[in-house]
């Protein structure tokens, strides 16, 4: 069975442009959830989705957003990029029965 | 403050050694998840447990809903145990997000 797969794996962008990263979660998972970490900060709750509808949000700014399609990939966008939007953005997908997490290798994104 | 803290923040123990991580919360949580970040990114989930104890080889996971504190224990630790150690509480109700501690990294030295 295949896992969680982010692409892109890295990417470099400069500040201004958007970004879209792209999350397959396991076949049959419907719950994707996507995370920021940063090295001060730790690990970040972005926000979550659930059967194409966004079920929770993190306290992130409007410029970033999410959307889950019908077959449960989920992508995230970030406009007009900043600096500090340099980090490693996880998604886990996940079991509505089960609840157990599987996560991606992540990608890694540096705005400069 | 974070609702999630974690402690200790580093941990340098020796091969074989037991190893204790704690996770205490101030939230009302549905379940506590405890996860692995190797170098490199890659996150494992080790266990997800809303009470009692779990127990998966080498590692026991334990939580009290009581005091809102779970604790992660390595026996017989192995340099390949080397990571960083991160617990997430899962809110309850319809505060489904998971709050995640700032993690313990582990060295154990052979």
């Known amino acids: 069975k295949a896992g969680v797969t982010q692409t892109p794996r890295y990417l470099i962008k400069t500040r201004g442009q958007q970004v879209t990263l792209s999350c397959s979660p396991i076949s049959g998972h419907r719950s994707v959830s996507w995370y920021q970490q940063t090295p001060g900060q730790g690990l970040q709750f972005l926000f979550e989705y659930f059967s194409e509808t966004q079920r929770n949000k993190g306290n992130f700014p409007g410029r970033f957003s999410g959307r889950q399609f019908s077959n449960s990939r989920s992508e995230m966008n970030v406009s007009t990029l900043e600096l500090g939007d340099s980090a490693l953005y996880l998604c886990?997908?996940?079991?509505?029965?089960?609840?157990?997490?599987?996560f991606g290798e992540g990608s890694r994104l540096t705005v400069l | 403050k974070n609702e999630v803290e974690q402690s200790p923040q580093n941990l340098t123990a020796q091969e074989g050694e037991f190893i204790t991580i704690n996770c205490s919360y101030s939230?009302?949580?549905?379940?506590l998840h405890w996860l692995q970040q190797h170098p490199g990114g890659g996150i494992v989930s080790l266990f997800m447990?809303?009470?009692?104890?779990k127990k998966h080889g080498r590692l026991i996971a334990t939580i009290n809903i009581q005091e809102k504190h779970s604790s992660l224990h390595i026996t017989a630790s192995h340099p390949r145990d080397s990571a960083v150690y991160i617990c997430?509480?899962?809110?309850?109700?319809?505060?489904?997000?998971?709050?995640w501690g700032l993690g313990t990294s582990l060295a154990v030295n052979p």
């Open positions: 939230v009302g949580i549905s379940a």
């Open positions: 886990a997908s996940s079991l509505e029965q089960t609840g157990e997490l599987f």
């Open positions: 997430a509480a899962l809110g309850a109700g319809n505060n489904r997000k998971l709050i």
């Open positions: 447990l809303s009470s009692g104890k």
